[in-house]
């Protein structure tokens, strides 16, 4: 654009998804240790973007169709997971019905998955895009980067210009996810990894989300 054309492109800024935090049209990477709550942190997120209750004190405006691809947990601990989180919420029998039309969750870490496996950095999306076509999810949350892309994470310039063109593909599948916002989650560590004693903390006890350190 030169300046003219700026200024006579019709289009508008990003709305906020979650008051303070996540806008419209974006990729989000939510970043922490292993072990640190950042798959807890995304499920009570899910729930309240598909109800459009608050989320951690910040509004959400209304009700997003929203998706979680879990490449990494068994789906036995997400269910009690996902129950408790429910029970404490005291979600009504109304945030029930917007649940059920707006959430879905892929178990991906299952073998037996057509998601299983999928590599976004070397375009293998292995399904996920007739389920964005079919869904037509807003908000759509990946857990986690390690496991969708070939080396465990993005460390040339090249992965990494691979990896955000499968997620341009996948917005380019339905028109709510072009103007919606991708999620991925991504550990900072590895298992084992010991980290120094002021950083040795938890989301879940944090007074608020940070998206990086």
């Not at 459009?52 to 009690?80: H, M, S």
């Not at 979600?91 to 959430?103: C, G, H, P, Y």
């Not at 010991?194 to 940070?210: A, G, V």
Request: charged share 30%.
């Amino acid at each position: 654009f030169n300046f003219q054309e700026l200024m006579e492109f019709t289009i508008t800024r990003p709305n906020a998804i979650i008051e303070g935090l996540i806008c419209e049209r974006q990729n989000v990477l939510l970043m922490g240790r292993f072990g640190v709550g950042k798959t807890m942190v995304g499920l009570q997120m899910s729930l309240s973007l598909a109800t459009g209750r608050d989320f951690v004190g910040r509004k959400v405006p209304r009700a997003y169709r929203t998706a979680i691809i879990d490449c990494e947990n068994d789906l036995g601990d997400v269910k009690e997971r996902i129950k408790k989180q429910h029970d404490a919420a005291g979600f009504t029998a109304e945030d029930d019905v917007s649940l059920k039309a707006n959430w879905r969750y892929l178990c991906a870490a299952d073998p037996d998955s057509q998601f299983y496996g999928m590599k976004l950095d070397k375009g293998g999306l292995a399904g996920l895009s007739d389920f964005v076509r079919e869904f037509s999810p807003e908000v759509l949350v990946i857990d986690n980067l390690g496991l969708v892309v070939s080396r465990g994470d993005l460390k040339e310039s090249d992965e990494a210009k691979d990896f955000y063109t499968s997620l341009a593909k996948l917005r380019n599948c339905s028109e709510r996810l072009k103007n919606g916002v991708i999620i991925v989650m991504h550990h900072l560590t590895k298992p084992g990894d010991s980290l120094p004693d002021d950083q040795k903390s938890s989301l879940l006890t944090s007074p608020d989300i940070f998206l990086s350190r």
